[in-house]
């Protein structure tokens, strides 16, 4: 570590109690946001609340280090990256610190989406909702004065913050509001909060006095949308100055947040939307026009691009969009009353009926779904465009420019020019009634971007706006990148913007370079060099005779590798890894903590961005680039990263741009493992292979003494298995043993026989997998009647071992090879025979369709991929044919209620929980699907006791949820799922394929077991 890394620690060691990580790794994972360009910050500070900030802050400004707070890092221009140090507020500082009836006050790294569900329950919201509000939080969306498409309704952040609790850059906090316009009190000590608030408002008074005349030329009205840089119009009254309106939208230039008192509104008792469909983008626009006036809560507009792929995506689009359709208008109102809000419509379609000549077509949407599913158009379909399809994918780099509503077919047209004269094409996306256009660049790798035309295309997209009194920076702020382009737009103002930053922060410490250029650096932010100091060297670009500060050519310099250059553990074909890294944007998405996605389960309980899949681009590409010395990655730093991933693939499932983060993290891992090797525990728990026999062959002494605490703790110190961790018994014979040594057998059915079932029995191979085969047998047993039944011969190969997934998740990447090369050797021969692989475990079946073929580049894993099935699938097929007969069995008497988790990897097969819906038809039996994120377990991650807590805090909500409700078991396909929901429940947790044995009569055994014991079932 550098000599000032070293010390920063040193000095704040027992005063920060927030996180403080001043290493590479840190640097490289906070030197990306949603934008184009990188910037290293020297380090990350994570701080507790506004008190751990305090002594952050005053250390920081002794010390001369620049400081740039960060929320979720979603922005587009650079706002969340620095150099100095990343005040990361997302983490801890996302509280809600007091609620009244008509406001709430919060922390600033709160998540728009998670402060609207708090509010939800009173009836109340914060009604800014950018389309990112999952993601975005609170203090990043006043910073910037953000606003959403329902601005018509609310207006923009500014029109909500009732106050602000600010912090400087040397550590002072005060409240900001409409304040007095009283002088310093003479007496009082000048660093006392309110003498320096004082102080700040006079000087503020005195400026805003002086250039009233050039801010009013240069601000024209106060308008619902500000126009970038600072707010100064109608900041100064006669006798107040409204300091909370001058520091929203500041970008976190002239002091932090720290809390936010906002207003909040009620919630609309009834929404609807109309989605008016035009032929041409001229009419769309005169529909805007004719919308405005009706002051609807919103009105955004969408090109032919996006609709193309709305009807690509989802066939309910496809049934609604005619292929001739160029633009669509999204309207909505709310209304106290659902009739209200029916007239609202109608109105609307009336007064647009003419537009066009009759060719508009209306789709109305009155119910919340119905609402959800047209607004999906902005919320789902925009940012899917974003995932690389040919080779072109959007890219945002030209969002957030404003113009006067009634010019918005003047600058479309002007902006149209100017991508023809650039060759360039892009999708259009418009809060249209706002004046607000967000276009994106359709491009190829970002290597190949035509950078000289980009520059160009920016600055005439740019003089388009502000030749018809438009802006730029309006509700997305500036950054870093749009700060140079301000004297363009405001000329002399830009010296009053510099004034009032002195005042706030002389130093230039807070966001150096946003907003305001920055002043060169002193002290030791000297020491911390820049990326944009380090950039190579750029040819300088002009335009109209102008040299433009370029906004695509900032990069990390490359570093010369420290040590080998990375050879991959992983077979990634030519060119794939890079392809890989590229797809990520970092636009924060996998930051979701909404549990109606699954990505990512460690970020949900860190709330950390070290956790996120998007660490993990970012920290694959850069060791790809040689930027990170491949042993960067066996470093304890580099831990919170590897070890926040265990490979559910949830993220690459839900993410826009598919990105494949779980193999990037396998990768980083399997780099760390071929450097230093695995842990004991993390050895011995990927390898079921070596302790399953034993487990088997000492199973009658080992069983009673796995429900011994005391065996337990010693097992915990010999093997690092958490003694918390109620571990499954084993079985005395292995499945693959008893078949080896006698037929299944199959009893008689209680059901009628099958029809067909004389015919020659078909064969089909069964994988069992490690649990199955060790611990489970009786579910493998319950799998092989049920096929037998079914008229199948279950063919059950020697030789097979577990499937490897857990030797892949630990980056044992050899080990793994060698594992799969020998069930290949097993299972190809039954492949080339046509014959249909099955597994029970979805996590097995994932592993020989996904793993396997990229892990061993193998002739014969594409063959076995093609012919394996998830036992669920298999059945659900056979359903399709008619060859699944109704179960008839009850499972017991008097009816039950169960609850099914789909396991993640069952997701990532793309298989709609198959088994659920058989299972449902079971008599008696009532099957609820409960979403609630993943279990935790992850195969075996949760049993060591490294991992226990984090296991159980992932599953903590499935959990609850199993709890509170008065289910009598669990149901789920996964064997880890299962532990876990039955260590936490107290209730058993069932394959459905037993379920299915059962009512067809075939498990008599198990049936007899499956008992109904006080209030809960149980299995004895
Ligand atoms: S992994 Fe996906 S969701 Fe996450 S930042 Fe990258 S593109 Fe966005
Ligand atoms: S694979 Fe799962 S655990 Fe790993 S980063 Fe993605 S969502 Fe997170």
Redesign the pocket.
Known sequence: MEIWATRIKEDLSGLFRGKLDVSRVASIVYSQDGGVTREAPCGVALPEDAEDLVVLVQYCHEHSIPMTVRGAGTSLFGQSLGPGLIIDVSASMNRVLSMSERTVRVEPGITIDELNRRLRPYGREFGVYPLDSAVATVGGVVGVDGIGPHGLRHGAAHDHVASLQVMLARGTQFTAGLEPLAMPDRQAPENQPHQVKRTIICRLESILRNEAALIKASQPGVTLLRRGGYQLRGVLTEERLDLCRLLVGSEGTLGLYTGITLHTTPLPAHRGVLLLLCPTLDSAIEVVHQVRVMEPAACDLVDRRILTLARELDDRFLMIIPPTIEAAVLIEVTAETESECREQLTSLRRCTARIAEGHLTAYEANSPSDVEFLWSLSRKILPQLEKPRGGMRTVRIFDDLVVPPEALAEFLAKAHKAFQMADISAVMYSHAAMGVVHFRPLLTDRAAWPVAALEQLQYALYEAAWSLGGCIGSTQGLGSLRTSALREQYGSLCDIFKEVKNIFDPEGLLAPGHVVPAAARVGWGTAFPSASQQARAVEPIHFSGRELKSTFEQELPVQAPTGELVELCHSWPQGEAIEAVNACNGCGN?RREDRSH??????HVTHQEVSS?RA?AVVFRDTLSGRLAPETLTRPEMLPILN?????????LECPSHVD??RM?IELKGQAAAQQGVSRVDWLLSRPDVWGPWGSWLAPVLNPLLNWSTFRRVLELLTGVARERRLPLFSRKSFLQQTAQQAVEVPQSASEPVAGQKKPLQPVVYFVDHFANYHDTELAMAFSRVLEHLGFELIVPKGQLASGMALISAGELPAARELALENLRVLAPHARDGLRIICTEPTAALCLKKEYPRLTQHPDAELVAQQTVEAGAFLAELAAQGRLPIPTEPLAMTPLRAVYHTP?HLKSLGERQPLLEICRLIPKLELHAVERGCSGMAGTFGLSSKNFQTSMKIGHELMETMRSRDWDFGVTECSGCRLQMTQRTATPTLHPIKLMAMAYGLMPELKARFKHQTRKYTLE
Do not use: D, G, W
């Open positions: 996998c699954r990505m990512c389960p460690f970020f899949p993990k926040s991933c265990f490979n559910c693939q949830q993220c690459s983060i779980p993290a993640c």
